[in-house]
């Protein structure tokens, strides 16, 4: 079973060197970054298993 995740985070790629590098290295995951909340691609929502948002972004936007 593949797993797909989705990081929506102003630092995402420091976000996964540290955090999400083991998921990274594994052949069955897929990790797609995002650094913005607005304008997100929704069909990398609905492929998603894990969807992991930061609360809050630069641009005076939140992850809720």
Do not use: Q, R
């Amino acid at each position: 079973m593949a797993y797909n995740f989705l990081l929506i985070d102003d630092e995402a790629p420091e976000v996964v060197a540290h955090l999400l590098k083991p998921f990274n290295e594994d052949k069955e995951c897929e990790i797609n970054l995002l650094t913005k909340v607005a304008d997100i691609p929704w069909g990398l929502v609905d492929s998603a298993t894990i969807i992991l948002v930061d609360y809050y972004f630069p641009d005076d936007h939140t992850g809720i």
